[in-house]
């Protein structure tokens, strides 16, 4: 059987991105959002997914390329003088791996993302990380050992079939990733051992802001079986604070009255992680 969840990230950026969460959930196909708990927009976001019960809401932890949510001045080993977290993953990694002041001011960032989640009153769907920065293996150790009390029950692992991409686009053309790849197997084994859920593919790492309407058409029409999804950065306007182009297109895939008659057509079931967890 084919499950499909379809995840905006990026929830609580800016209004923008908030306006078209809301849209593309009640006009689309969108099933579940990943909330930025330290976004320009974050409080403008819970106020709407409140409106919007059958919203599924997980956390987007936010360790690198913006602002963290505890003070800079408590987390001196992450940030830079400008008390932003850095934009350089390759960088922040190697600064994780080498020095133990960043490593436990990382986890009281991490656990502070979680507990303001938490104070938001919503049910939390799932975890992942901007710019998917929890494939590094000490993002990943803390997260899980964080999360494992703060009821943490599904995590994004993104792994893409790049078979499946050449046949929903057969003219494009993808970069495999060796060592994200070897990381995301890592983080799959992990997230296994604790019986969390992971989907069996995630789709939106190799056109990351560019989900058209055609792509997402050919994704549906060649879905494997099993849970997949498919995440975008949707919002209506391509002009706002950190926006990086296509996000207006995304949207419009999303909310294109001939993608939600695939889905009706494929018999795909949709919803988010919550709701393909085994009960």
């Known amino acids: 059987m084919k499950k499909l969840i379809v995840t905006a990230d990026d929830f609580g950026a800016a209004r923008e991105v908030n306006e078209a969460v809301e849209l593309a959930h009640t006009r689309g196909i969108l099933t579940a959002a990943s909330l930025m708990m330290s976004g320009d927009a974050v409080d403008d976001a819970i106020a709407r997914a409140r409106r919007l019960p059958s919203l599924r809401v997980g956390l987007h932890l936010v360790l690198v390329d913006g602002r963290p949510l505890l003070p800079p001045a408590a987390i001196p080993a992450l940030v830079g003088r400008d008390g932003r977290l850095p934009r350089d993953l390759a960088r922040a990694g190697i600064n994780l791996f080498f020095r133990r002041d960043a490593r ?7 656990a502070a993302q979680f507990d303001a989640f ?36 599904a995590v994004r ?4 079939p790049h078979d499946v991409l050449a046949r929903a686009d057969p003219s494009s053309r993808h970069r495999v990733d060796r060592r994200a790849i070897a990381s995301a197997r890592l983080l799959r084994r992990r997230v296994r051992r604790r019986n969390l859920l992971a989907p069996a593919q995630v789709f939106g790492l190799a056109w990351s802001g560019a989900m058209t309407r055609s792509r997402v058409g050919g994704l549906l029409r060649h879905l494997p079986d099993g849970i997949s999804e498919i995440y975008a950065h949707p919002a209506t306007s391509d002009r706002f604070a950190g926006a990086s182009g296509g996000h207006a297109d995304e949207l419009a895939a999303l909310v294109a009255p001939e993608i939600a008659a695939l889905v009706r057509e494929r018999d795909v079931a949709t919803g988010g992680y919550s709701d393909f967890i085994a009960r």
Do not use: C, K, S, Y
Request: proline residues 4%; without cysteine; hydrophobic residues 50%.
């Open 104 to 110: 436990r001011q990382l986890a009281a960032e991490i």
């Open 157 to 160: 692992v993104p792994i893409e």
């Open 118 to 153: 938490a104070a938001t009153g919503l049910a939390l769907d799932h975890v992942n990380a901007h710019h998917h920065f929890h494939l590094h293996p000490t993002v990943a150790a803390l997260m899980l050992e964080i999360g494992a009390t703060r009821g943490l029950r």
